[in-house]
């Protein structure tokens, strides 16, 4: 069975002070890593896309990255606004293309 | 434009009533899909339409009853709800999985549902 753990559950971080988010996945052939960030009581804001290990993405201060067992998503001198719960999902195998599998996510929250 | 519409934001229901539940894409998706998310949970896939044909249906409760009826739309009808269906409800799109290796999925806002 698919699975995707996130960790930490919650994050606590002042301004400026870079970190890492972790998301570890066991999936049968994985065919997308997925990152969303999702304020309360919205939807999930799609984020990036990973495929293949050794991959990049960027966008502002996040950079998301991806290896054969999980994924970073490293925030580079945080602020305020960047409180969010971020979700990592996978897509996998041949039937389950159109499922996404969601970790728990993490909360982060920044203090100015 | 990567906007997925719903509406209502927000729906108190007792549990009787019967409403629905809207949601509209125009990004020429043909992929369109029903989540329900509690509180501090992730996502739960509820339903998936592929090409107006309902693709997955993770064994909801026949008091849920979701429509597509054209590639746009996506309804979700609500009849006889308990208290424990209250969430949040979120519709995605995305491209068809055809000839694609993955599928990026595009959320909308959600609608907050409160079942008395």
């Known amino acids: 069975e698919d699975q995707v753990t996130q960790s930490p559950e919650a994050l606590r971080l002042q301004e400026g002070e870079s970190s890492s988010l972790n998301c570890s996945y066991t999936?049968?052939?994985?065919?997308?890593l997925f990152w969303y960030r999702q304020d309360p009581g919205k939807g999930p804001e799609f984020l990036f896309t990973?495929?293949?290990a050794g991959e990049e993405k960027e966008k502002e201060r996040l950079k998301a990255t991806l290896t054969k067992k999980e994924s970073f998503l490293h925030i580079t001198a945080p602020k305020p606004e960047d409180s969010a719960t971020y979700l990592c999902?996978?897509?996998?195998?041949?039937?389950?293309?159109?499922?996404?599998?969601f970790g728990t996510g993490t909360r982060l929250l920044v203090s100015p | 434009d990567t906007e997925v519409t719903q509406t209502p934001k927000h729906l108190v229901m007792g549990m009787t009533n019967k409403k629905s539940l809207k949601c509209e894409q125009h990004?020429?998706?043909?992929?369109m899909y029903w989540y329900k998310q509690k509180a501090k949970k992730p996502p739960e896939l509820m339903f998936v339409?592929?090409?107006?044909?309902?693709?997955i249906n993770e064994s909801v409760p026949s008091r849920f009853s979701p429509e597509c009826p054209n590639s746009s739309l996506l309804n979700l009808h609500l009849h006889a709800l308990q208290p424990e269906d209250s969430a949040l409800y979120l519709c995605?799109?995305?491209?068809?999985?055809?000839?694609?290796?993955?599928?990026?999925?595009?959320f909308g806002p959600g609608t907050r549902l409160t079942v008395l």
């Open positions: 995605a799109s995305s491209q068809d999985h055809r000839g694609r290796i993955y599928n990026e999925q595009f």
């Open positions: 999902a996978v897509q996998a195998g041949d039937t389950g293309f159109q499922k996404l599998v």
């Open positions: 990973l495929y293949s």
């Open positions: 339409y592929s090409y107006e044909k309902l693709s």
């Open positions: 999936v049968s052939g994985l065919r997308g």
């Open positions: 990004m020429g998706h043909r992929a």
